[in-house]
């Protein structure tokens, strides 16, 4: 938000609550950075947050919105004199190769392109990145299926619609939960508010976050004074402590 051409109570909201860049998380931990997707704002992000070093990217699925700022980890290249470590589905990694070819080029590799190490996992095998586990929990963008991941206490699920039992039970009990919620009506790709919250009762988290939200959600002052209590609508720039130790 604001949305290009709207001229809504939303977009046009002085409150900063109400701008909000595209979706993303950063998970900071003894150190080290990790990013939950690397979207058209991925620069932008980066920048605000002050982040200097980036030690990975895990990857939910391959919509632009979440992928096509791989261009900008270059800086990170250039600092880390690394490649960039990207975790994501063998599907993912797949469009990766389509949209970004001058990256994984092995012939006549363009001078200066970002180094991208892809690393593949799958919903059914935790994997560790810096020394922390992460547990991926699939579920299903409409008919896609997307991953979501679980860091000790702390989950984070975008673009859901629907969740199997068995993956829903990866995070039952989390202590912080980020999940998505569109807007107040019903979508087949989204969860919308009043899904959203019903899946959060089930989940029962300590506290919930709500994230990719469109303009159509309402004012943040009006709709954060309706929500349950330990719900809140996330904003650009949001920052919690989920485990003792972690930085969220």
């Known amino acids: 938000m604001p949305v290009i051409g709207c001229s809504c109570a939303v977009c046009t909201s002085a409150d900063p609550r109400d701008q909000r860049l595209r979706t993303a998380?950063?998970?900071?931990?003894?150190?080290?950075?990790?990013?939950?997707?690397?979207?058209p704002d991925f620069r932008q992000q980066m920048l605000r947050a002050g982040v200097q070093s980036l030690d990975a990217i895990l990857?939910?699925?391959?919509?632009?919105?979440?992928?096509?700022?791989?261009?900008?980890?270059?800086?990170?290249?250039?600092?880390?004199?690394?490649?960039?470590?990207?975790?994501?589905?063998?599907?993912?990694?797949?469009?990766?190769e389509v949209r970004f070819a001058y990256i994984f080029e092995s012939e006549n590799r363009y001078p200066g392109a970002p180094m991208v190490q892809r690393r593949i996992i799958t919903k059914d095998n935790p994997f560790e990145v810096c020394g922390l586990e992460i547990l991926p929990v699939e579920v299903l963008h409409g008919r896609l299926p997307v991953l979501g991941f679980r860091i000790g206490d702390f989950a984070y699920l975008t673009d859901v619609r629907t969740i199997e039992e068995m993956e829903l039970r990866k995070v039952l009990g989390v202590r912080h939960l980020v999940l998505n919620a569109l807007h107040h009506r019903g979508h087949p790709t989204h969860l919308n508010l009043e899904q959203a919250l019903a899946l959060i009762e089930r989940i029962a988290p300590e506290r919930a976050y709500l994230t990719h939200i469109s303009h159509s959600m309402g004012l943040y002052e009006e709709v954060q004074q309706e929500l349950p209590d330990n719900v809140i609508l996330g904003y650009d720039g949001l920052s919690f402590s989920a485990v003792a130790g972690y930085r969220f």
Not at 77 to 88: G, L
Request: proline content about 4%; aromatic content about 8%; glycine content about 6%.
């Open 59 to 96: 990857m939910t699925h391959e919509h632009n919105d979440h992928i096509i700022g791989m261009d900008d980890v270059r800086p990170f290249n250039f600092r880390n004199k690394t490649d960039m470590p990207v975790y994501c589905t063998q599907r993912v990694a797949k469009e990766l």
């Open 25 to 39: 998380a950063l998970v900071r931990f003894e150190g080290k950075a990790i990013a939950m997707d690397c979207g």
